[in-house]
């Protein structure tokens, strides 16, 4: 089915599906993360994200998250790194009602500082339940050591001195620097036609006045490989191993997707799961992930195991890594890899929430929609000797990072 997409004279966005489903999602897209926070401001993005539900000029806290529930919707959001998302699914003629609410959170909130003091222990609560988990924290600290003192190294929830030393003041600051009209997307997805959505977007988002002038990024350089060993005094021994990876728009993204879905995706055959968990028994959590941002990314293999058997775990994973970058894949391996992957994505986007945040993040990013006709097409001309160059550039053991918790 074609894609829609319109700009508003203010800049937002607006990229829709028309689909057949019984159900409609649409998201509110701002292009405001954790990397945009100056030091003092650690945290400040995930914060305003909690603080939208707060309140409007015409909604408390209770009529905000009633305004979908009553009609059985869903309203939530996520910050990352990048971006900040209000989200939500609703049956299709309540499009209005959700529309009119991303609308009131985004460009009518209106909080106290008691809304702000008590949102700020929830918060902390967040923290302090993250800091109890060693699987959570070790990526945090792992962000730190591979971005020291750039904005991307820091933790998304912040720290517990800038939350305690937030206030209104300094929160109404930071969003009418950074979210501005032109950079917002508002994507959905379902059973609508497109001038519909035209139509309530001219009602609730065209009228919001102009804002432009969001502060520039500040770009990474200066990568050191570095080795850490925390005591935690856990039962098992965390482990993380990566370094940074390509952008956002490098033409071999493609292929280091492909390469950390062989090594630890989703599937229960990758590299990294048979040779420590099945063949050997040595853990049960074994993943790979690779993220892309605006002029960097972040690459990691983690696992976790007995401290008795961690050295061989990690000649383990050495050794998987020694192979990718010395033997290419034969026709059949590079085969199953693509049809792996490609397969995957194709269940993924199945979901019609997970289209509805692919399309809208894909417009937030690159400014179009790429078919994900194309985007198989891309995986499945990966050669194995791109695969080669792309381990050796990012696989090599002296450029890898490693973290441990014991």
């Excluded at 939208?52 to 998250?65: D, Q, V």
């Excluded at 492909?258 to 050997?280: D, F, K, S, V, Y």
């Excluded at 050794?319 to 391996?333: A, I, M, W, Y």
Aim: proline share 5%; net charge neutral.
């Amino acid at each position: 089915m074609e894609l829609s997409v319109h700009s508003l004279p203010n800049g937002i966005r607006i990229v829709h599906q028309q689909t057949t489903s019984a159900v409609a999602h649409c998201a509110l897209f701002m292009d405001t993360g954790s990397r945009d926070e100056s030091s003092a401001e650690w945290g400040y993005a995930h914060f305003v994200e909690h603080i939208l539900f707060k309140g409007t000029k015409k909604r408390n806290a209770y009529h905000i998250l009633s305004r979908m529930e009553d009609v059985g919707g869903e309203l939530n959001a996520f910050t990352t790194k990048e971006e900040t998302c209000l989200h939500t699914s609703f049956l299709p003629r309540h499009l209005p009602r959700a529309m009119e609410l991303l609308s009131d959170m985004v460009f009518h909130h209106q909080f106290t500082e008691r809304s702000l003091a008590s949102e700020r222990e929830v918060i902390l609560d967040e923290i302090n339940s993250c800091k109890d988990n060693p699987s959570d924290l070790i990526f945090d600290e792992f962000d730190q050591g591979v971005f020291p003192g750039h904005p991307l190294g820091h933790p998304i929830l912040g720290t517990r001195h800038t939350l305690r030393t937030l206030n209104r003041e300094k929160i109404l600051s930071f969003i009418a620097r950074h979210y501005t009209t032109d950079r917002m997307v508002f994507a959905s997805v379902g059973p609508v036609p497109f001038r519909s959505v035209l139509h309530y977007a001219g009602r609730f988002l065209a009228t919001i006045p102009p804002r432009t002038g969001a502060p520039p990024r500040e770009r990474f350089t200066g990568y050191q490989p570095f080795f850490k060993e925390v005591r935690k005094h856990t039962h098992q021994v965390h482990c993380l191993l990566g370094s940074p990876g390509y952008d956002q728009h490098h033409p071999n993204r493609y292929g280091l997707f492909l390469l950390t879905n062989l090594l630890g995706g989703p599937g229960m055959n990758t590299r990294l799961n048979m040779a420590l968990r099945e063949r050997n028994g040595f853990s049960y959590n074994v993943e790979a992930s690779y993220t892309p941002f605006t002029d960097t990314g972040i690459c990691t293999l983690y696992f976790s195991t007995d401290k008795e058997r961690l050295e061989r775990s990690r000649d383990i994973v050495f050794k998987e890594l020694h192979k990718l970058r010395e033997q290419p894949l034969g026709t059949l391996q590079l085969s199953k890899a693509k049809q792996q992957l490609t397969g995957q994505l194709a269940i993924g986007y199945e979901s019609l929430e997970h289209q509805m945040l692919s399309i809208g993040k894909s417009m937030l990013v690159f400014g179009n929609v790429e078919p994900m006709c194309e985007v198989y097409r891309k995986i499945n001309e990966i050669s194995s000797g791109q695969l080669i160059g792309i381990a050796r550039d990012i696989f090599r053991q002296d450029a890898l990072s490693q973290l441990i918790y014991q």
